[in-house]
């Protein structure tokens, strides 16, 4: 299981990649965080506390989400996300999601949000 920290930490090794608290009441208020891209301030990540228990929401591919929510007990539907392209890991005692396949997770999480490059047109 990984902790918030090793979450965050993580998504920062990612090119562009920086944590934001939008939902902060107090300026020491981290209760959420939001992992998002510099270029264009797409989330790709969301570390929260809900119902006591720590939760990851991660963007995913639609057909990828089903696939995962059946193989995995602890990966559920987003929570207070789109259902059909964001998944929530529940990291608690009972997560049955190997760390590195959460870490694979947040890269296609981080790819599906990334800013495309452009083809530039030949004259």
């Not at 990649?17 to 990540?45: C, G, L």
């Not at 529940?90 to 190997?98: A, G, R, T």
Request: net charge neutral.
């Amino acid at each position: 299981m990984m902790t918030r920290e090793e979450i965050i930490e993580y998504c920062l090794t990612f090119p562009l990649a920086y944590e934001d608290y939008p939902f902060a009441k107090t300026a020491t208020d981290k209760e959420s965080t939001v992992m998002r891209h510099q270029e264009n301030k797409k989330t790709f990540a969301i570390i929260m506390i809900h119902d006591d228990k720590l939760y990851l929401n991660l963007k995913c591919d639609p057909l990828e989400a089903d696939f995962l929510r059946q193989s995995f007990k602890a990966l559920v539907p987003g929570w207070h996300m789109n259902k059909e392209h964001w998944n929530s890991v529940i990291l608690d005692e009972f997560c049955d999601v190997p760390v590195e396949e959460i870490k694979r997770m947040i890269g296609n999480s981080y790819d599906l949000i990334k800013p495309r490059l452009r083809k530039s047109r030949i004259k």
